[in-house]
């Protein structure tokens, strides 16, 4: 296929729900062959928008192309070129393993059986267990599974790794990239634990507030962004026209994370590399803070945001 | 597909039979010991209102979950992200636990068409209880086709309310009274005029043979020119003239006497009825009916899960 397409591609792209935006004004467009990092706290409109690229949500205002179809006319044919990970992982309880190989291969032109049953035997997942008796982390397993099964030239993926361990995070994490280099598939994948996204990703969308706050690849990413620390009550004048993400005063110095396309020369300032996580960081403290400011969205949803940094943290 | 279909509705249509085949078995027993035993009678009654509920059950049990239980468990997100379009998904759906529940009331039908045949000739000796006649309502409502329409009815009744809806329990709940309120309005409103009924008149307020081994829908004492009461009147309204009440007032009123005080007065009494050999015209159209209803949620559901969205 044509790999100047995007694997997705959004315009103006919002939400409305009854009364608030689940998602407003977002627009990124993600090159093929990436394995792309959807970041945010709770609530920011990650799982809105990974619905609405799976088909199964509709968007309010904006469009939305992924592998050059749109997920609402062309249905199928996006259907059978995507898979889309639900963040329950919902599946049929009552099935045994093997019957939901059977549902799969049924539902699906692509499906690679032999590639399914590979990955259970590496899991070591008996095909006659009752999905309902697997662990949690095996439950996440078997759900990745379906979705890598298609074959997908894009695999959505929301909250992944979200409540496994650290030990069933790593294997889901390698069988997930063992695939998608094989393949070379696109992944979008969405998760609020920053640190574990940082080695797989090469691709990072930040979301936060119900809109994109950045995207880029991680390169890039790293590449703009500066961490500096300096003497309380240093002016901001001799910065070289970056934009201050957000400050954080810490006693007599105060940290600085940046993001700008010129060096800064001034010595006052030491001048660090920050890592993903901290740049994270700081879009979701400088969104707090805007809320806090401007006093909205409302107290519920400062709260939330607060509450989700602390967990980041 | 079919299979997919299949396995996900499997515990319920697999419930669904055990309890009629528990069910079967009883109107089984019933209907052979009944000839024996006079206390058997109000077992009859009873399962009469058992079975009146039985094809709304039955529909709404396999119906509801169709949808609503799949959104409930949240595997509506897996089953709508697969390569099929949700019309193929839903078409498998229905057709699967269309035929089933189909197939299901069919075999119970062919059970009730025996056990109202048994239980009525027991019935005839007995005083009150079911009457077993196959044009009266009860026993109509046992046999045929319409209970085949009736299932599908509350089949189709019960997706339709768990796609809007979308919990299963509550579709269910809600069904029952709809199902109920149909039934009900059909056979007392409709079911009456679905074809004409007949009209036997009589001198006397005694109906024919035929008359009374069918479903007597009114009675009324009208002018002798008529079959039906004057414009503006219902059937409840009775043509007592003065002189036929006089004439008919006098002690040890032989038949002629009676008879003759009617055509003294210009009166006949005038009894409509559904007779017997109305039975399969009343049995297709209301069965027909219900089909139409089936159809309009089937038009329902289709739009509704076309737009489904999480």
């Not at chain 2, 679905?194 to 036997?200: D, E, G, K, Q, R």
Request: hydrophobic share 45%; with cysteine; net charge positive.
């Amino acid at each position: 296929m044509n790999t100047l397409v995007p694997a997705v591609e959004t315009m103006g792209l919002g939400k409305r729900y009854r009364r608030t935006w689940g998602l407003q004004d977002c627009s990124f467009a993600l090159p093929q062959g990436r394995v792309a990092a959807l970041v945010g706290p709770n609530g920011a409109g990650k799982s809105t928008l990974l619905r609405m690229l799976a088909g199964i949500s509709t968007p309010s205002t904006g469009t939305i192309n992924v592998l050059g179809l749109s997920p609402r006319t062309q249905n199928v044919e996006a259907l059978s070129r995507m898979a889309y990970l639900d963040q329950d992982r919902p599946l049929y309880k009552d099935f045994r393993v093997e019957e939901l190989l059977r549902f799969g291969r049924e539902l699906n032109p692509r499906w690679d059986d032999a590639r399914a049953r590979r990955h259970f035997e590496e899991l070591r997942i008996p095909l006659e267990s009752r999905i309902g008796r697997l662990s949690g982390g095996q439950q996440a397993q078997v759900a990745l599974t379906m979705c890598l099964a298609k074959r997908p030239e894009l695999l959505l993926l929301d909250e992944p790794v979200a409540a496994l361990d650290p030990l069933a995070r790593e294997d889901l994490m390698q069988i997930l990239l063992e695939s998608v280099v094989d393949d070379g598939t696109t992944v979008l994948l969405s998760s609020h634990a920053v640190a574990d996204l940082a080695t797989v990703c090469d691709y990072v969308i930040i979301l936060s507030s119900s809109r994109v706050q950045f995207s880029g690849e991680l390169d890039h990413v790293l590449g703009v962004h500066r961490l500096i620390v300096g003497p309380a009550g240093t002016g901001s004048a001799s910065l070289n026209g970056a934009t201050i993400i957000s400050s954080v005063p810490t006693g007599r110095t105060n940290t600085l994370l940046v993001r700008t396309e010129q060096p800064i020369i001034d010595p006052a300032w030491e001048v660090l590399e920050p890592t993903l996580e901290e740049i994270v960081l700081a879009y979701l403290r400088a969104d707090a803070s805007r809320a806090h400011a401007k006093g909205e969205p409302g107290r519920r949803r400062r709260r939330a945001i607060g509450s989700d940094i602390s967990v980041v943290q | 597909m079919t299979w997919v279909a299949w396995r996900v509705q499997r515990s319920t249509i697999l419930a669904a039979i055990a309890v009629v085949s528990v069910l079967a078995l009883w109107l089984v027993a019933t209907g052979l010991v009944m000839g024996h035993s006079q206390t058997w009678k109000y077992w009859t009654d009873a399962d009469v209102y058992v079975l009146f509920a039985l094809p709304g059950v039955l529909g709404l049990a396999i119906g509801a979950p169709l949808i609503a239980g799949e959104s409930n468990l949240g595997t509506d997100r897996l089953a709508t992200t697969q390569s099929v379009t949700r019309a193929r998904w839903l078409t498998y759906k229905l057709l699967v636990g269309g035929f089933a529940t189909a197939g299901i009331v069919l075999v119970l039908t062919l059970i009730l068409r025996w056990w109202t045949g048994a239980v009525s000739v027991s019935a005839l000796t007995q005083s009150g209880g079911f009457s077993g006649v196959r044009i009266q309502p009860d026993a109509f409502d046992l046999t045929g086709l319409v209970v085949v329409g009736y299932t599908l009815f509350a089949f189709f009744l019960g997706t339709a309310l768990g796609t809007v809806i979308r919990k299963p329990g509550w579709a269910f709940s809600l069904g029952l009274p709809i199902f109920a309120a149909a039934r009900i309005v059909v056979q007392d409103w409709l079911r009456p005029h679905l074809v004409a009924p007949a009209v036997y008149t009589n001198l006397m307020e005694r109906a024919s043979a035929a008359a009374m081994n069918s479903w007597m829908l009114n009675l009324a004492l009208l002018p002798a020119n008529r079959t039906s009461p004057p414009p503006g009147k219902t059937w409840a309204w009775w043509d007592w003239t003065k002189s036929y009440t006089t004439c008919t007032s006098q002690p040890n009123l032989t038949n002629a006497e009676d008879a003759h005080c009617a055509v003294l007065a210009h009166v006949h009494f005038v009894f409509q009825y559904q007779p017997e050999s109305h039975y399969w015209a009343l049995q297709g159209i209301e069965t027909a009916i219900f089909l139409a209803l089936a159809l309009l949620l089937l038009g329902l559901t289709v739009i509704k899960v076309k737009r489904w969205r999480i």
